[in-house]
């Protein structure tokens, strides 16, 4: 049984904590923060299902002294500890890096943090076999994340030479203020950074982008020109994304008629927060140009990476060292494909 430690409880760390609890082979011994955030809160006032340690020795004192239960500090818990998922703020983890280099621990850093923090650059599909073992893994940032997914199966069934991508990005997360209340779409300098991640990790397909920020916070969309090695047709494409485990295919003729009609999915199905692991692809979208294939996806920007994020805890700690296996583990304990 494989320990998994979180630090940071914010956005992603709830989900990653919620994610890891689900899986049967590893153990949540905990989480970590600094401050009665909403969310440490909200942990609180569920009834602690998850210990909470201080990031500090001040930061225990500030949380207690707010009325939420510490079980102690961040430095008590990684001995016991045998990985770190840290989805602290961006910059943090770099800092945190030293502390678990002095306990001997492996670190999964999320991808705000910059790419030298880590051995590899890690996607549970595309590059499972380089993450095998290594101390420090980086996740890709969550438009990236789905972008590979989608990529990766047409690449391993045909090949993929180009791809060409726009991306809607949402402005903030809900419930975020730091960015005001806009009424404006924001245009990125070209190319995007997800396309040139997207070549880190693929450095076989050639890859360039633009990036629109827009004034949304339930997710991004991604529109994806790719261009085949060999020529595949629409129903081919539609084939290979149905029998991807997290990857699905929604019409606007079932009701999907953009992202918040998904956001609205996830809440109906009960899902905790409005999260889906999946990334959906819209059949209306596909056109073929040529050999080109255009379509276009949804990103939920605040779970997409957890599932990847257990496959990085598999390979770092070499639980798996098969890639399909790994993932397949994965996708059961968190009940992905749950609607084939």
């Excluded at 009665?36 to 201080?54: C, E, H, I, N, S």
């Excluded at 020795?57 to 840290?86: C, F, H, M, N, Y």
């Excluded at 920020?213 to 529109?223: D, K, L, N, R």
């Amino acid at each position: 049984m494989v320990k998994v430690l979180v630090s940071g409880y914010g956005v992603i760390g709830q989900r990653l904590a919620d994610g890891v609890a689900q899986q049967a082979d590893m153990e949540l011994v905990g989480v970590v923060d600094a401050a009665p955030t909403l969310a440490v809160q909200a942990l609180r006032d569920k009834g602690m299902p998850y210990k909470l340690y201080a990031a500090f020795d001040e930061a225990q004192k500030r949380l207690e002294s707010a009325g939420i239960p510490v079980t102690g500090t961040i430095a008590e818990i990684l001995p016991e500890s045998d990985i770190v998922l840290d989805a602290t703020p961006d910059g943090i983890g770099a800092k945190n890096k030293i502390l678990y280099q002095k306990y001997g621990k492996k670190a999964v850093f999320q991808g705000g943090e910059k790419d030298d923090i880590a051995d590899v650059f890690f996607h549970g599909y595309a590059n499972y076999e380089q993450g095998l073992n290594q101390d420090f893994l980086k996740l890709t940032s969550c438009n990236t994340t789905g972008l590979i997914r989608t990529i990766d199966c047409l690449d391993r069934s045909v090949g993929i030479e180009r791809i060409a991508i726009t991306i809607v990005r949402r402005v903030a997360d809900p419930g975020d203020y730091h960015r005001g209340i806009v009424n404006a779409l924001q245009v990125d300098k070209a190319p995007n950074h997800q396309a040139v991640d997207l070549m880190t990790i693929m450095p076989h397909v050639n890859a360039t982008g633009l990036l629109v920020h827009a004034p949304i916070t339930h997710g991004h969309f991604i529109s994806v020109l790719a261009t085949p090695k060999n020529d595949l047709s629409i129903e081919e494409a539609k084939k290979l994304f149905m029998e991807h485990d997290r990857i699905r295919l929604v019409s606007i003729d079932q009701g999907f008629l953009g992202n918040a009609s998904i956001f609205k999915y996830a809440r109906d199905l009960g899902r905790p927060r409005g999260d889906i692991y999946e990334v959906p692809v819209w059949e209306d979208t596909f056109i073929k140009s040529g050999r080109d294939i255009m379509f276009g996806i949804h990103i939920p920007q605040e779970s997409v990476t957890i599932p990847e994020s257990i496959d990085a805890i598999r390979a770092a700690m070499g639980m798996q060292t098969d890639k399909l296996t790994a993932v397949g583990l994965t996708n059961q304990y968190l009940g992905l494909p749950y609607w084939k």
